[in-house]
Every structure is written in C-alpha cells, then in structure tokens.
C-alpha cells in the first residue's frame, strides 16, 4: 500500500511538473498537456481538418500512447482484447471531443488550466463531475457496452505504437510531397499551434506521463467516481497533486494569473463550459474512462479504447471542419447545437445499451 | 450465503459496481472471476473498504480470480 501510494504522487507529481514546465518551455498557455487539444493539432497536421492555426504532430500524445504500451510489456498488462461494440465507441470518442472543443480542453487541462488561475476552468470541471454523476445513472440501471474479448491475435495491439511511431517519423523528417499545396504534413506558423516545447522534451514528458498513467490507472471520470462510491481518493490524490505542483510552479514562472478574463485559449461562456465538459464526463462515464485514460488503454492493446481514440481523432476533424470548436470569442451556435445532439446521442446510447 | 460474478471483459467501473450490488445483497463470500488489473485493483479497495478480507486463488493466464470474504 505505501509503495502505491509512492507511485501516484510521484506520477501526481510528474505530469503537474510537465504540466507547468512545458508552458514555460514553448507550449501554449496552460496546456502543458491535453489530450483533446493535441489530438486536434496531430489530426490537423495530417490534413483531416483545415484549421490553419491548430496544426501540430503533438511529441505528448506520441509519447503517452508509447509510455503506456512499454510500461504495459514491462508490467506483463499487455493484453490485445476488442469486441465491446467498437462503432458505439468510435462515436462517443467523437462526442466527447467535441465536447472537449466546446470547452476548449481535456478534464486534465481543466486541472491545468484552473492550476493557470483560469477560474473558467472550475465551471467546465463541475460540468465534467455533474456528467459523471449523471452518466452514473445509467450505469446503475444496467448500462453495458457488452463484454470485451482477448483477441486470438496480439497483433492487433501492435497497430497503435506503430501509427504514433509513423507519427514521429512525420515530425522529425516533415516529408514534402506535394511542393505547391503542402503535405502530407501541415505545420501551424501561427498560434496556438506554432507554439511548442521542444520535441525531446514533449516526447519525454508524454513517455513518463503515460507510463506513470498506465502503472497507477490515473482517470479523471474514476477519481470521481471511486469517491462517489466507496470514499476512496486513491486516483484523485493524483489530481490534486497535479494541481498543487502545476499551480506552485505557474507560480514560480510568473504563468499564475487569476480571473476569468484573458485567459490563454479559453472563453468566459459559463453555460457552455459547463456543457462542454458535462458532454465529456457522460460520453467518459459510458466509455470506461475519461480521454486520457482512453489513450493509455489503447496504448496497452485495447482495441476498443483505440476505437474511442480514432472517434477523438475525427471528432477533432469534424469540429473544426463544422464550426463546432469554441474560440476565445466563445461558442459558436454549430457548436451549442453539437452538444445537444451529442447530449442526446449519448442518452440514447445510455439507454438502448441496457442489460435486462 | 456465497455468490460468483464474472466481470471478464466488462468496461470499467463496471466490475466495482456488479461486486457492490452483490455486497449490498449480503454476500459473506463472493467468487469474482475477471481479467483486467484496473479491475482487480478496484475491487480490492472496494472490498477494504466494506471489511471484506481478499484472498487470490490461481486462474488461468491473464485472468485473476478473487475470493472475497466478509469478516465477522
């Protein structure tokens, strides 16, 4: 128990330090990590989306998919399973991003952000732990996506770890093929996606975090809900030092700057941060796992995870294409009636998927 | 009074909360047959929690079977 304890405030620790630190080093303002936003700059730098200033192969995704799964092999956790219906995966996976973009962020960069002084972020973080609660209901009346099954080939799990190592082929060699248009790869030259730590650095940070992650089952939506459950604070410990270090760090590198206003890639909607991030704590709840948690699944060999992950990555593509994504000016109307018809798929998927 | 659960495959939290529905149904002694380690963690906290003690028994590779116990 002692030595488990060690494990998530060392990782608690860690990814508040990256957290902090990769800001101070070239990231965007409070986004030291986020799993949404930088699963929207890689699905731009591959062309799925044309927002010219959101596009970037994002080294912390890379490395926390790659953490993840080394961390699983080291662990003997590496375990290829699917079938858990995957398609219903895909779309919650794209609803929860949008619902991420509505909010402009993950649940861990509300922690980041709220870290950063962003009192917006505190609005979006209650959305996320009412969805989670509301998304609980549904559970207790017997929601279920099915079993998932271990897959007669361990192939399969190797299909994540190579696609995020073509990834970082793409960032370091940044192939040309087509000299008049651009491409394969887009890279912003303006912010937030021109900004960036270096690659090492973010590479590190992402391998560390998602092998810390993989080890001590870090998830949001969880943290909540063993609270919810059985008053146990195991996983939340972990936030909370994320928190407290990002926060007394933001402090030290003059990046603390309390209020609502100005702040760095956010808007001061209440009603849509909230929504934004309550859309994301039901979609986490009936997933399994918050998008991080997500993430480090898929990079451990679940093949259902990686569909959610895939839903993520168009979902991204979709929001930006549609409008849906919020900007500092706020939400747009394409992306308020997104999250209604994601609220609403979301409910219906809570309700069909029942157990009798 | 004894119960079995199999929670192999099932999405978390899912495998917490079939275990604690067969707590609140007054199980002395639950069999839970599973396969993820998130799981197994979960319901070990679970079972500290409800004064459950946790014993292992072998299963086969990749899955884990726990015998929970209720303590007088």
């Known amino acids: 128990m002692k030595n488990k304890n060690a494990l998530i405030i060392l990782t608690g620790a860690t990814i508040g330090l990256f957290g902090a630190l990769l800001v101070k080093l070239g990231n965007p303002g409070n986004m030291g990590y986020c799993i949404a936003c930088f699963i929207r700059d890689i699905s731009g730098a591959v062309g799925l989306h044309r927002a010219a200033n959101v596009q970037y192969i994002r080294p912390e995704i890379i490395g926390l998919g790659l953490g993840a799964f080394v961390a699983s092999l080291t662990a003997k956790e590496f375990r290829v399973r699917e079938g858990s219906a995957p398609l219903i995966r895909f779309v919650l996976g794209a609803f929860m991003m949008i619902g991420a973009l509505v909010f402009l962020g993950c649940p861990l960069r509300g922690i980041l952000r709220l870290a950063g002084g962003d009192l917006n972020a505190l609005v979006g973080l209650l959305g996320f732990v009412a969805g989670v609660a509301f998304g609980t209901q549904f559970l207790k009346w017997g929601f279920n996506l099915g079993r998932a099954y271990p897959s007669k080939f ?38 937030p996606g021109s900004l960036h730590a270096p690659v090492l650095i973010s590479l590190a940070a992402g391998l560390m975090g998602g092998a810390l992650a993989q080890r001590t089952r870090l998830c949001l939506s969880g943290g909540f809900r063993d609270f919810f459950l059985v008053k146990d604070v195991y996983l939340l410990k972990g936030y909370g030092l994320i928190f407290l270090v990002a926060l007394i760090l933001n402090i030290i590198f003059g990046q603390f700057k309390p209020g609502f206003l100005n702040q760095p890639i956010a808007h001061t909607n209440f009603l849509w941060n909230f929504l934004g991030l309550f859309l994301v704590g039901l979609c986490a709840v009936l997933l399994g796992g918050c998008p991080l948690r997500q ?48 609220l609403i798929v979301a409910v219906v998927v809570g309700l069909v998927y029942r157990e009798v | 009074m004894s119960e079995s659960l199999d929670v192999r495959g099932l999405s978390c939290p899912l495998p917490v909360m079939k275990t604690k529905a067969v707590m609140d149904r007054g199980a002395a002694v639950i069999e839970i047959l599973g396969d993820t380690p ?11 929690s409800r004064n459950y003690s946790v014993t292992e028994e072998e299963a086969p590779t990749g899955e884990w079977k726990l015998i929970l116990t209720l303590r007088r």
Request: without cysteine.
């Open chain 2, 38 to 48: 998130a799981a197994r963690e979960n319901i070990a906290r679970l079972a500290a």
């Open chain 1, 295 to 342: 993430l480090i699944l898929a990079g451990e060999g679940d093949g259902d995870a990686g569909m959610a992950v895939l839903g993520m990555v168009a979902g991204a593509a979709l929001a930006h294409n549609f409008m849906l994504a919020s900007s500092p000016a706020g939400p747009t109307l394409y992306g308020q009636v997104a999250v209604i018809l994601g």
């Open chain 1, 154 to 191: 361990q192939a399969g799990g190797y299909v994540l770890p190579l696609i995020l190592i073509g990834l970082l082929l793409l960032l370091l060699f940044k192939p040309v093929f087509n000299v008049q248009a651009g491409g394969p790869v887009f890279f912003s030259t303006a912010p």
